[in-house]
């Protein structure tokens, strides 16, 4: 089994524009998880994904696989199956241009689950023990089941534990947040031209969900913790303070 690794880099933002090309202790971010892919030593092949001469010019600087695509590509699924006959893989695993904290092993692991798994699609999850992340609307949750295969994701907590106060609900059950990196089976993403916008999708404005709708399975794989995607200068900060500590 081939795995690529493709890394959708767009660079217009309405939070936080040019986001990926922003310096992160000395290199653009863009570039930090380009070397995280790379660490991870999983990938046949890495590819970046850009929407504008001014990403390209950067990503050429050090990765020999840049792919250039349109920039009305509505998200990082659609401009990898906009690529997908200049990627060569069985498996692939997208990740933002976004997430230079990404822990290289969590790549590992949705590889390594590629090869035991039957699922279409695999992603990480963590478990959520920070109050805080509960009615965070911006941090996703998913309901799994036993055999860890996602049965739902919200932006609302869930599932929901009756008959307990809800500021009790963390010491009663386990609850999971999703980390938004996915590895797709190769006839996933050939597919995905055809499979219609799902309702749920529209209501919470979750990618994953018109998977769910369309009856394809999600396996998930249990990360050690939540990373900093950066969707803002506030994460950027964050993100060099991140980098110093460690």
Known sequence: MKTAIAIPAHLASMRFPGKILANLCGKPVIRWVYEIAERARVADAIYILVDSEEVETVAREFCPNVIVTPPECY???A??????DQIDGDFIINVQGDEPLLDHRILVALSERARSSTANIITPIFKIIDESHMDDPSLVKVAVC??????????SPIPFVRGV??????ENFQFFGHIGVYGYRRAVLE???????SALEAA????QLRFLDNGYTIDTVVADAPTIGIDTPANLEEARLAMRNR
């Not at 597919?191 to 916008?197: F, G, I, P, S």
């Not at 919470?204 to 990618?207: A, I, M, V």
């Open 146 to 155: 036993h055999n860890g295969l996602a049965l739902y994701f919200s932006r």
């Open 191 to 197: 597919n995905y031209n055809n499979l219609h916008e």
């Open 204 to 207: 919470e404005s979750l990618e």
């Open 165 to 170: 106060a809800k500021k009790k609900w963390l």
């Open 79 to 84: 401009r990898i199956v906009h690529a997908l």
């Open 75 to 77: 998200c990082g699924t």
